[in-house]
């Protein structure tokens, strides 16, 4: 049966050993044809799975933003091999990474679907944030306007106190610092707001307190890997 | 800093090594202090990790639905080192999964909260379901009464229409035929659904079709480890 492996990557510097497991990484060294984010990075990274990786004999096809599903459908029916890997650029492809919609043509197509384990960053926020970890949703990135911004974290604190549901949102790094400013000066003081940090690297820090004493101790999140998670069902005393 | 680990268990039958990251078995062995649901089962999993645990030397605390934040604060009052694991019985814990009231109270103490890299079958089902892994909802057990499932079906998937969010629910391994029926009745035929059952073990098995299709394949579920994930967004075509 055609199979295409969804292989974890890197969440940034660190010992590969950490979070990729010793079969996972033997499975990829298996592999020669890859749905890849960025050929020169995930060239390195096969590199750091087996420096002796057979890198030529590879075959790499780009997906981005401008990939069509004609251009991923000529790619499977002319593959010559029935066992292709999906590498996203950090963490697991096709969660808050591109990959799904290979994997839903692999599905249509009959393919084995096989997700291998790794670290996700969602998924390590939520299991460290102390939230709700039975009821959460992911909702991606806020508006990059301010008030549409603020408006919408009101509305994720208000689904989270009433569906007592954990929210968990991104930003990109440059722009954290904003996103930071508008949760404490929108979110009710007993609200919780986890802020976790460049997970499972050397400078992972994740930590929990209520907005009253966010206000207070300003994080060092500029340019850095951010996952925020808010909960307002659970009351901090 | 004291320090708490969140500790990855395997989600069933199969090869240890490539579920859990070496450096992740190795950070559980210099452990001797854990939070656990049942003893007896995480002795077993410790001696997998090494033939060699000193099981006699740790120290366990059985956590359950009795116990209360008294018995949780006594224990790390009481806890002679400043090191401490938790591992739930299956995945990773305070992910649909007990562990996330624990992590609350370590950040209220100050203490460093460390998550583990590890199999979620929540996580590990989205990336193969081909559906979005942009904006997803994890939401636990649907009700047990028929007229109320099949009510909270329809709302989710109106949810996942409207917000092109992945829904993911789950159900008591002997009720998954019932929560099926309930499905391919209330569904529209184009909705899609992905039944994932026994991630990650050598019985996996990842399926994505539309109702339509289901309705003439009933899967193998009955008593299996399932996940269930909808998405009415895309059209199947």
């Not at 050929?39 to 030529?56: A, G, V």
């Not at 249509?108 to 384990?117: E, H, R, S, Y």
């Not at 904003?178 to 003081?189: D, F, K, N, R, W």
């Amino acid at each position: 049966m055609n199979k295409i492996f969804l292989i974890p990557n890197m969440l940034g510097k660190g010992d590969i050993n950490f979070v990729i497991p010793k079969g996972v990484q033997e499975e990829i060294k298996a592999l020669r044809y890859f749905f890849v984010e960025n050929i020169r990075t995930t060239r390195r990274y096969l590199k750091k799975i087996d420096p002796e990786f057979p890198i030529d004999d590879c075959h790499f096809f780009e997906i981005n933003t401008h990939t069509t599903q004609q251009d991923i459908d000529f790619y499977f029916s002319n593959l010559s091999t029935k066992v292709v890997g999906i590498i996203s650029e950090s963490g697991v492809p096709a969660v808050a990474d591109p990959g799904a919609h290979i994997v839903a043509i692999a599905h249509k197509k009959g393919w084995q679907v096989i997700p291998l384990v790794g670290p996700s960053s969602i998924l390590l926020a939520l299991m460290a944030s102390g939230m709700n970890g039975q009821n959460f949703s992911f909702v991606g990135y806020l508006p990059k306007d301010k008030i549409l911004r603020e408006k919408k974290i009101k509305h994720l604190e208000n689904i989270s106190r009433k569906l007592n549901q954990t929210q968990i949102f991104i930003e990109t790094p440059y722009r954290n610092r904003l996103l930071y400013e508008s949760l404490v000066h929108t979110c009710a003081p007993d609200t919780r707001l986890c802020i976790a940090k460049e997970i499972s690297t050397p400078e992972e820090n994740i930590l929990t307190l209520p907005i009253f004493k966010w206000q207070k101790q300003k994080p060092d999140i500029h340019k850095k890997n951010v996952i925020f998670l808010l909960d307002a069902f659970y009351k901090y005393m």
